[in-house]
T-cell receptor, first 112, second 116 residues
Framework: ETGVTQTPRHLVMGMTNKKSLKCEQH?????MYWYKQSAKKPLELMFV???????ENNSVPSRFSPECPNSSHLFLHLHTLQPEDSALYLC???????????FGEGSRLTVL | AQKVTQAQTEISVVEKEDVTLDCVYE???????LFWYKQPPSGELVFLIR??????QNEISGRYSWNFQKSTSSFNFTITASQVVDSAVYFC?????????????FGPGTRLSVLP
């Protein structure tokens, strides 16, 4: 069982669809993150949760809505996305803020 | 503000050559952490090393070695006797201790291609 698991690995959606990305970590970590990786751009931090509480929202548009029901699960709800939102969305976790980030394999999103 | 620069966008080497990936960082903090991650084609970023700002000892792990020089704000990564499996995008990252995790900044990455 890998440390951080993301589903789905690939997602194609229209601009009017509503979908969700899921992340689950089996490492006992308390902090979870969403990052966006677009072509030819640095990794962008989107959201940070620590003990289920959101501690960072990095000016992300409201069409992205995170949810963290417990320390092991993190969701990213998507609605009315734009084609420029197509990217690899990476989930990560860390032990509080005292350790390195452990990443999942990412969910590659294509918005048509 | 913190910033990480990886000036080499892409590097190609032939198998068994040594290769060094450069990383230069900027921070006003005196306590910070530096990292290297590897991203193979599968997409997952794999943690390679973490260094804190008070530990300038260079580190070697198998074919990998890291050279941390505070005087030049650099944290370079060398792969000795490169192999095809080393082909990946490598990211250098910086985190300031006061806001660790929330302030994790990645460089743009260096794509390494190791040719057989």
């Amino acid at each position: 069982e890998t440390g951080v698991t993301q589903t789905p690995r690939h997602l194609v959606m229209g601009m009017t669809n509503k979908k969700s990305l899921k992340c689950e970590q089996h490492l006992g970590h308390n902090a979870m993150y969403w990052y966006k990786q677009s072509a030819k751009k640095p990794l962008e931090l989107m959201f940070v949760y620590n003990f289920k509480e959101q501690t960072e929202n990095n000016s992300v548009p409201s069409r992205f809505s995170p949810e963290c029901p417990n320390s092991s699960h993190l969701f990213l709800h998507l609605h009315t996305l734009q084609p420029e939102d197509s990217a690899l969305y990476l989930c990560a976790s860390s032990q509080d803020f005292s350790g390195e980030l452990f990443f999942g394999e990412g969910s590659r999103l294509t918005v048509l | 503000a913190q910033k990480v620069t990886q000036a080499q966008t892409e590097i190609s080497v032939v198998e068994k050559e040594d290769v060094t990936l450069d990383c230069v960082y900027e921070t006003r903090d005196t306590t910070y952490y530096l990292f290297w991650y590897k991203q193979p084609p599968s997409g997952e970023l794999v943690f390679l090393i973490r260094r804190n700002s008070f530990d300038e000892q260079n580190e070697i792990s198998g074919r990998y070695s890291w050279n941390f020089q505070k005087s030049t704000s650099s944290f370079n990564f060398t792969i000795t006797a490169s192999q095809v499996v080393d082909s990946a995008v490598y990211f250098c990252a910086l985190s300031e201790a006061y806001n660790y995790g929330q302030n994790f900044v990645f460089g743009p990455g260096t794509r390494l291609s190791v040719l057989p």
